[in-house]
T-cell receptor, first 115, second 113 residues
Framework: SAVISQKPSRDICQRGTSLTIQCQVD?????MFWYRQQPGQSLTLIAT?????????ESGFVIDKFPISRPNLTFSTLTVSNMSPEDSSIYLC????????????FGSGTRLTVV | GDSVTQMEGPVTLSEEAFLTINCTYT??????LFWYVQYPGEGLQLLLK?????DKGSNKGFEATYRKETTSFHLEKGSVQVSDSAVYFC????????????FGGGTRLMVKP
């Protein structure tokens, strides 16, 4: 199975600032997914990132707030911009894992607290 | 649209008790079904999956059977341990490349010694 290194694992940020989260995969993957898990809630897909094209955002999420980069087949970043306390969540990246038939592997998550 | 509904928690059991966490789904196509587990302070780990009707996924003593007729994928374990305490998520993905996961709301399991 693919191994994902996600960082930072946690951060406490001031409102109005931005945080960039990185995900590095140990194999080349076509699709990378970014999810948000609000406190005590399930996971909600933010966007899908393909290498070489703009990310596709789900309803309720916009590029200005959550810009995503996908410079190559093993790396992606998600930026949470102009943060407010409502952005306090766990953010997770995920890939469709070629080692798992229709399976998906997740990073360990970034626990973000905005104060 | 596609959706997953699972029983609300928390579910509290004593060690060695039998576990069932119900999961039902709605999908426009023929999905693959998954159970993910999230241990405290950690990310999600795939627990088991099934890709077609009547398949049974199993891992670590957990199992779930893909029931197309009842659109269900209930998670079961015959004897839970304290170490099984975690949040369990049922999820589906349509069998197309690049399809994301749709998650249920999660069920917190607490196992007491």
């Amino acid at each position: 199975s693919a191994v994902i290194s996600q960082k930072p694992s946690r951060d406490i940020c001031q409102r109005g600032t931005s945080l960039t989260i990185q995900c590095q995969v140990d194999s080349q993957v076509t699709m990378m997914f970014w999810y948000r898990q609000q406190p005590g809630q399930s996971l909600t897909l933010i966007a899908t990132a393909n290498q070489g094209s703009e990310a596709t955002y789900e309803s309720g999420f916009v590029i200005d707030k959550f810009p995503i980069s996908r410079p190559n087949l093993t790396f992606s970043t998600l930026t949470v911009s102009n943060m407010s306390p409502e952005d306090s969540s766990i953010y997770l990246c995920s890939v469709e894992d070629p080692g798992q038939y229709y399976g998906y592997t997740f990073g360990s998550g970034t626990r973000l607290t905005v104060v | 649209g596609d959706s997953v509904t699972q029983m609300e928690g928390p579910v509290t059991l004593s060690e060695e008790a039998f576990l069932t966490i119900n999961c039902t789904y709605t999908a426009t196509g023929y999905p693959s079904l998954f159970w993910y587990v999230q241990y405290p302070g950690e990310g999600l780990q795939l627990l088991l999956k099934a890709t077609k009707a009547d398949d049974k996924g199993s891992n670590k003593g957990f199992e779930a059977t893909y029931r197309k007729e009842t659109t269900s994928f209930h998670l079961e374990k015959g004897s839970v341990q304290v170490s099984d305490s975690a949040v369990y998520f049922c999820a589906l993905s349509l069998n197309n490349a690049g399809n994301m996961l749709t998650f249920g709301g999660g069920t917190r399991l607490m196992v007491k010694p």
